[in-house]
């Protein structure tokens, strides 16, 4: 055999996203694109803002000098020092362009963080339920994943965590609002995670860093905001992309921000092990054309409204056909309780009605199925008497 038995391996485990997916594809191809209701992946069906078609048309018909050609791994100064300057501003944290990585998306952020942290068998700290590209991340730089079981809320469990940290965990990877739950943690909670880590570093005599994954930071309804993750622990490194926000993600833009009260801070140490990890790991830099294009559009986002609409209409129809499901503070997914343990028995189920959801065991928490509704509200409206029968014949 040609390939890697590990990669054989992760292949025959890997994303049932992707899976359910492509069942979508072939039950099309069968029977018609509009009997077929898939609500596997979370591909943003909002359209960029209008503003960033703006940019990139003036930068495309009046280019700079030099557009195209390389620039330092980290990126472009002036994109770097508007990055800063919008999260500092957002944060009420000094944050510099300095410490900040332009990456290929916020995936290419989370491989960059994580070479630049880990030795080998050093340990990585994870939420259930979570995305399941962090098991793939983690063991592409010699980590190890631990698993630390949220509350029966999605809310983080401090008992669950203070037993999955120990002397070798080098990281803590954060991802709120959370894929798949929607669950964004508070203030509060995160506070008490600090005081956690706190007490863990001084028992281990070094950093543990939180890798905060937020593609969804400004995809938040009912007028909450995501509290600054960087009050609540000095050694945090902010992972995001413009996925999600600008409906980018074929673009593969994002960033790594570095709290500058990280205790590595000093000689911008964590700062040039990204940008020197971003040029190994074969990224070398962000696209050129999009971080000019997204320098001045911090601020903008897609229209949050829309994704809250369509939330309301499908958590709504989920809890009238009878499914326990937690209502998302953020992001794009919702993630019910399957009305029998075996939640591979209801995805089938909804499949049988033409409808693709993604099992919960995708995402390391059984019980349970992935919808997500960046989609139309017909097709979200269409699917809720298929969901209603499903839920019936396995009641």
Known sequence: MAISTK???????????????EEGMRLKQEVGEDKVFDFSLGNPIL????????????????????????????????TRAAVAAYL??????????????????????????LKSLLDPD????????????????????????????????????LDALEAAIGPRTKALVLNSPNNPTGRMYSRERLAELGRLLGDKQRQA?????????EPYRKLVFDGKKVPPIFDAHPATILITSHSKDL????????????????????????????????????????????????????????????YQKLRDVFWQGLRD?????????????????????????????????????????????KGHVRLSFCVTLAEIEGALPGIRRAVQALA
Request: proline share 8%; glycine share 8%; with cysteine.
């Open 205 to 213: 005599g070094r950093p543990i860093t939180v890798l905060s994954d």
């Open 247 to 306: 409906g980018l993600p074929g673009e593969r833009i994002g960033f790594a921000a570095i709290s500058p009260r990280h205790p590595d801070r000093d000689g911008l140490l964590v700062a040039a092990a990204a940008a020197f990890t971003n040029r190994t790991l074969g990224f070398v830099n962000a696209p050129a054309l999009f971080q000019r294009a997204v320098a001045s559009l911090q601020e903008a986002s897609v229209p949050v409204e829309s």
């Open 321 to 365: 056909a009878g499914l326990e499901v937690h209502k998302p503070e953020g992001a794009f997914y919702l993630f019910p309780k399957t009305p029998t343990e075996d939640d591979l028995e209801f995805t089938h189920a909804l499949q049988k009605e033409y409808i693709l959801a993604v099992p919960g065991v995708g995402f390391g928490r």
């Open 7 to 21: 990669i054989e391996s992760f292949m025959t485990r890997a994303s049932w996203i992707r899976k359910m997916f």
């Open 88 to 113: 500092a501003r957002d944060t009420d944290t000094p944050v510099e362009a300095e410490d900040v990585i332009m990456t290929c998306g916020a995936g290419g952020a989370m491989n960059v963080a």
């Open 47 to 78: 359209e960029p803002p209008e503003a960033f078609g703006q940019e990139l048309r003036r930068i495309v018909s009046d280019p700079p000098a030099g557009l195209h050609r390389y620039m330092h791994n980290a990126g472009y100064p002036e």
């Open 122 to 157: 050093d340990e990585v700290v994870v939420v259930a339920p979570y995305f399941v590209e962090y098991n793939f991340y983690v063991d592409n730089h010699g980590g190890k994943l631990v698993v630390a079981e949220s509350a029966p809320d999605f809310d983080l469990d």
